[in-house]
Nanobody, 117 residues
Framework: QAQLVESGGGLVQAGGSLRLSCAAS????????LAWFRQAPGKQREMVAS???????NYEDSVKGRFTVSRDNARNMAYLQMNSLKPEDTATYYC???????????WGQGTQVTVSS
């Protein structure tokens, strides 16, 4: 399995933007489905954005129009551009990939995003 390392989180005011990055230890994003998840304190982890290996994207309703998932296969990098951030976006964000067998990889430590009102 590829090791995934998330970065780019931080503290931002409501309405601001952040770009999260996900670095993979080997080439996976062009083969597997890529997804970004988030988990707020006391809540279950939820998928907020995904991209299939052929580039189709899907977004959770609350982030549609504000978040954009992308990847750079040559650099083994994935990104989550987050605009118009809201306090309810506060969570730890994780990236992961799902292989053709439907199995998710190992979870990284995530990156914390805190949006102040």
């Amino acid at each position: 399995q590829a090791q995934l390392v998330e970065s780019g989180g931080g503290l931002v005011q409501a309405g601001g933007s952040l770009r999260l990055s996900c670095a993979a230890s080997r080439s996976v994003f062009g083969v597997n489905t890529l997804a970004w998840f988030r988990q707020a304190p006391g809540k279950q982890r939820e998928m907020v954005a995904s991209m299939t290996n052929d580039g189709r994207t899907n977004y959770e309703d609350s982030v549609k129009g504000r978040f954009t998932v992308s990847r750079d296969n040559a650099r083994n990098m994935a990104y989550l551009q987050m605009n118009s951030l809201k306090p309810e976006d506060t969570a730890t964000y994780y990236c992961n990939t799902r292989d053709r067998g439907g199995f998710w990889g190992s979870w990284g430590q995530g990156t914390q995003v805190t949006v102040s009102s």
